[in-house]
Structures are given as C-alpha cells and as structure tokens.
C-alpha cells in the first residue's frame, strides 16, 4: 500500500521553478531518502507533504485521502499525522525531555495513562529515559538528535520526515545515529522520508534513492543503482 503519492506537482517561489512535475509513490515502511545539491527541490518536497505550503499544480495524497491539489491546502499540517524532524530540531527550550515530548500528545487529547506508557517507551528506545527530566539547552548534540527523533515518534505518525537532521554533527556521531535510525525503523517500522546532500548517509539509510536536479528527479532505484548512477556521471551533482 502507497502512503504518500505525489502526483504531477510543480511548485514555484518568486516566479522561479522549485519543484517541477514530480511525482513519486512511497510505500508503506519503505525508506525512501531524498538526494541532491542545496536549491535542487528536496527540503520543498517535505514542506509540500507536511502542509506547510500547497502546490501550484498537481495532487499531494496520505494514505489514499488527497490532502493537497492544485493550490489548494485540503488537510491541515496537524491533521495528517506526519512526524517531522527539522535541521534545526526546534525543540521547545523552556520544556524538559519530558515536556518536548508531552506537549505534542496533550494538543492530540491523549490520556494521561497512554502518554506516559508511550513516553517512557520511546525515550527507552533512544537510550534518553534518564534525562526526561532535563531541558535541551543541557543535552549534547546527539542527545538533542534522539530527543527530536522521540518527539515526532512518539505521536506514532503515518510517516516521518527528516529535513538534513544530521548535518551539523561531527563524522563519528553522524555515523552513529545513522545506525539508530534504522534499528528504531526495524523495531518501529516507521515509513521514513529523508533528505540530505551527503551520498554516504543516503546510501546508509535509504532502501530507494531519489536523485534530485533542478527541481526534478534525475534518477530513483536502488542503493546499488545509485551507486552505479554516480559511477556514470561522478560525485558533482550533490
């Protein structure tokens, strides 16, 4: 079963073409990672599918419902259930872990019982059950990652979206939570959509490879055939 469809979509900002007829399908628990150079369309494709912005042309669809066509914003962002994980984190700083986690549950009418019962598992499945009770400005980079990653899990979304998460951390820890997307995603099994102009962390983390230029795709397959598409062509695009 296809959770998302994009189906023809084009999208301009200022008379300029950021996204030009795209269209792409993404299974249920499939991995898809978005690949490509800054400007190239990509964040647009998330922003497009969280609601932030409508298309111009074309049809945007969740689980079978469209949820967006042709300049026109169907569902609301907070109505279609999709996590997301922004480059920055934009985690609150005056809430704990805890709170961060919290507030998300409360605005959706959780009970009490469940949020706690849901909390407690998801900071033991990022290894962040002992600092709930502390506030982002006192975590580490990673530990600000993982409670991000908790944050948009905990809400148990039809997808998530993950905006370049990794981009400002060193080499060593960026490889490292690479490895702890994807054994959340085989405990969880979350359909992911992820961004990023590094080769290595696409082929890390995706089970398809969507290759963006200009607003278009220019190649989508397999991790082995995105290696091969780069072998063709060389590393410059991204």
């Known amino acids: 079963m296809n959770i998302i469809e994009f189906e023809n979509v084009t999208k301009h900002y200022s008379g300029q073409t950021a ?6 399908a993404v299974a249920e628990g499939e991995r898809i990672v978005i690949l490509g150079p800054s400007g190239c369309g990509k964040t647009t494709v998330l922003r497009l599918l969280a609601g932030f912005i409508p298309p111009d042309s ?5 689980a079978g419902e469209t949820v967006a066509a042709d300049g026109r914003t169907l569902k609301e962002p907070e109505r279609r259930n999709l996590g997301m994980v922004f480059q920055d984190l934009a985690l609150w700083p005056h809430l704990t872990v805890k709170g961060n986690l919290e507030f ?3 605005a959706r009418g959780v009970p009490k019982a469940e949020r706690e019962n849901r ?6 499945l990022v290894q962040m059950e002992e600092y709930a009770g502390v506030r982002p400005a006192n975590l580490s ?12 899990l905990v809400l148990n979304p039809r997808a998530l979206l993950m905006d370049e998460p990794l981009s400002s951390l060193d080499l060593e820890l960026n490889i490292r939570l690479r490895k702890e997307i994807l054994e959340l995603h085989n405990n969880i099994g979350f359909t992911l959509l992820y961004v990023t102009h590094d080769h290595d962390e696409a082929f890390d983390i995706g089970t398809r490879i969507v290759i963006m230029k200009d607003g278009n795709i220019d190649m989508a397959g397999s991790v082995e055939e995105s290696r091969e598409y780069f072998e063709r062509t060389g590393p ?3």
């Open 19 to 24: 996204l030009h007829d795209f269209s792409l």
């Open 58 to 62: 074309g049809a945007i669809k969740i």
């Open 104 to 106: 998300g549950l409360k």
């Open 119 to 124: 909390i407690c598992t998801i900071l033991g």
């Open 141 to 152: 980079g990673g530990q600000q990652q993982r409670v991000a990653l908790a944050r948009a």
């Open 236 to 238: 410059n695009l991204c």
